[in-house]
């Protein structure tokens, strides 16, 4: 449910049937309020709307203005949802975060183990000589990456919104 | 062999408390017939009562009530110490302290919807750091987060509706209605 698939074929044309069907779902739905049903609805309409204050108002904008900013910020896809393991400049694997896991990749050094662990992704060991990559630590938002060259292995953390358009390294 | 008795005396105003967690019970009970989509969407019938105690006769019996309906709950559904009894606990304490600084709102402008939607927060924010910190340590839940503040803001907006409906019978301040022979 969470992990956003974009699928390379696009959504199919709307069918002239499909418009045809939501107009007559609209009008029939009209036909049935016109009666006493449109007068209930506007007395308990009315009837709610008097309980209302001034500062209620103001409380429901805030809170509004709450929900829209959370919704904004936490459903923008910038949130990290899987790790691209590359290595030898292919793509080796793509992880989903939401499991802990160990992932073992073979390079031309060694092997070298990429751990997930609390929705955060880090090179665990590596057979290069400087180990810079093991030194990145552990890597949290999108767009992050941890590189070991001498092995060509990476780690990419990646949401559902590219960050970059191109790498080059 | 002689028997005893453990006499526990109560006074009017422990029977006025049980009376209305009592009428919150019954609304949590006819709550669990409503199906939610998701877990923890709940709409919080109860906490009309929370409301209306709140506004009627302060926040220590408020507080009382919905405790006391929290743990009397959680025996009658059999969650008593479960993960979800300690989501409830966790958002009836949170909101009930946010609604002790509610309550200080001029009450020309702010009604029970104002609090109703104060605790709803309170409610969501509690449960969240209860889930967070203790059963799910994942980031991930913060995907569900504004799932839980749009059925805080929906949900807490129609039960201080409810609420104020319900208190407009009741526009005089009371000042003896506990001792007196009222429904609520």
């Known amino acids: 449910m969470f992990f956003i698939h974009h699928s390379p074929i696009g959504n199919k044309t709307q069918q002239p049937i499909d418009k045809i069907g939501t107009g007559l779902a609209f009008f029939s739905v009209f036909r049935v309020f016109r009666g006493y049903e449109l007068r209930l609805f506007r007395m308990m309409y009315t009837a709610a709307l008097q309980h209302i204050k001034l500062g209620d108002w103001l409380t429901l904008l805030l809170g509004s203005i709450f929900v829209a900013l959370l919704t904004f910020k936490l459903w923008s896809g910038d949130l990290a949802d899987k790790a691209i393991i590359r290595s030898g400049g292919k793509i080796f694997r793509e992880v989903p975060l939401s499991r802990d896991q160990q992932i073992e990749v073979p390079g031309p050094l060694g092997v070298s183990i990429i751990s997930i662990q609390n929705r955060k992704a880090r090179i665990a060991s590596d057979p290069s000589p400087r180990q810079y990559c093991v030194r990145q630590g552990w890597l949290q938002q999108a767009g992050e990456i941890a590189l070991c060259l001498p092995n060509q292995v990476s780690v990419e953390l990646a949401g559902s919104r590219k960050k970059y358009d191109s790498l080059n390294y | ?184």
């Open chain 2, 1 to 184: 062999m002689t028997t005893s008795t453990i006499n526990l005396n109560t006074t009017a105003e422990d029977h006025h408390i049980a009376r209305m967690a009592a009428v919150a019970l019954g609304l949590t009970i006819l709550e669990s017939a409503i199906p939610s989509p998701l877990p923890g969407v709940k709409p919080g019938l109860a906490n009309i009562v929370t409301l209306i105690v709140l506004a009627r006769y302060g926040w220590r019996t408020a507080a009382w009530v919905s405790l006391l309906r929290v743990v009397a709950g959680s025996l009658l559904f059999g969650n008593f110490l479960t993960p979800g009894f300690f989501l409830s606990l966790s958002g009836a304490v949170l909101s009930l302290i946010v609604l002790a600084f509610a309550r200080h709102l001029p009450a020309r402008w702010f009604g029970p919807v104002s609090h109703s939607i104060y605790a709803a927060f309170a409610h969501i924010t509690g449960q969240m750091l209860v889930v967070y910190l203790w059963l799910i340590p994942h980031a991930g839940i913060a995907y569900l987060i504004p799932i839980f503040a749009t059925a805080a803001l929906v949900f807490g907006t129609v039960n201080g509706l409810i609420a104020a409906r319900f208190m407009d019978n009741f526009k005089k301040p009371l000042d003896h209605g506990i001792h007196g022979r009222k429904a609520i």
